[in-house]
């Protein structure tokens, strides 16, 4: 096998495996959420925890991960690149997220992978899942996942998915979303 051909897996293993690290870094995130809500559920009704999530020491972060904030509402968070740039921000609400990216960054839809991968792996792939579900009658028509992309002459100014369908999903856009942007930063400064 020649070196080029080794460092191209090897590039691929290393996407994989950063995905998956942000995948977790999530989960990480809603466990912790959990954690604190039991907490203050102990509290509210007199019960005090021997280990409250506050006490429990720090996690350390891989890839330089944002810390998990406890100022922000639950439902905003930031998304940044590998090396902690804020990319954008994204809101969760019922059953709708939105993404507005940082106004530092020209993000446009033409820059790769934002329409291959984001728009045409992920979206449209999720979109046509729900499409065959309601076709079969697992879901009601108005349960598909639907998207919108606002842009100005190219440039993202939020982009908008309706019905995302649940926690799994959730996390699954979230990541992709993170890998896609970071990926667009990686082209927007070098």
């Given at each position: 096998?020649?070196t080029?051909?080794?460092?191209?897996?090897l590039?691929?293993?290393?996407?994989?495996?950063?995905?998956?690290?942000?995948e977790?870094?999530?989960?990480i995130?809603?466990l912790?959420?959990?954690?604190q809500?039991i907490?203050?559920?102990f509290?509210?009704?007199?019960?005090r925890?021997f280990?409250?999530?506050?006490?429990?020491?720090?996690?350390?972060?891989?890839m330089?991960?944002?810390?998990?904030?406890?100022?922000?509402p639950?439902?905003?968070m930031?998304?940044?690149?590998?090396?902690?740039?804020?990319?954008?921000?994204i809101?969760?609400e019922?059953l709708?997220?939105?993404?507005?990216?940082?106004?530092?960054?020209?993000?446009t839809?033409?820059?790769p992978?934002?329409?291959?991968f984001f728009?045409?792996?992920?979206?449209?792939?999720?979109?046509?899942t729900d499409?065959?579900r309601?076709?079969?009658?697992?879901?009601?028509p108005s349960?598909i996942l639907?998207?919108?992309?606002?842009?100005?002459?190219g440039?993202?100014n939020?982009?908008s998915?309706?019905?995302?369908?649940?926690?799994?999903?959730?996390?699954?856009?979230?990541?992709?979303?993170?890998w896609?942007?970071?990926k667009?930063?990686?082209?927007?400064?070098?």
């Amino acid at each position: 096998m020649s070196t080029e051909n080794e460092t191209k897996k090897l590039l691929e293993f290393k996407e994989i495996i950063e995905k998956r690290i942000l995948e977790l870094a999530i989960e990480i995130k809603d466990l912790q959420k959990a954690l604190q809500e039991i907490d203050r559920l102990f509290v509210k009704t007199g019960f005090r925890t021997f280990t409250p999530a506050e006490t429990l020491p720090e996690k350390t972060t891989p890839m330089n991960l944002p810390p998990i904030s406890t100022t922000e509402p639950e439902d905003l968070m930031n998304l940044t690149s590998k090396d902690g740039t804020i990319l954008g921000k994204i809101n969760v609400e019922k059953l709708q997220i939105e993404f507005t990216p940082s106004d530092i960054f020209e993000f446009t839809t033409d820059i790769p992978p934002f329409q291959s991968f984001f728009i045409e792996r992920v979206l449209e792939n999720m979109r046509k899942t729900d499409q065959e579900r309601a076709a079969n009658g697992e879901i009601d028509p108005s349960e598909i996942l639907e998207y919108k992309i606002k842009d100005n002459e190219g440039k993202i100014n939020t982009i908008s998915i309706i019905n995302y369908g649940g926690e799994r999903r959730l996390r699954e856009i979230n990541s992709s979303l993170r890998w896609t942007l970071d990926k667009m930063y990686d082209k927007v400064k070098g």
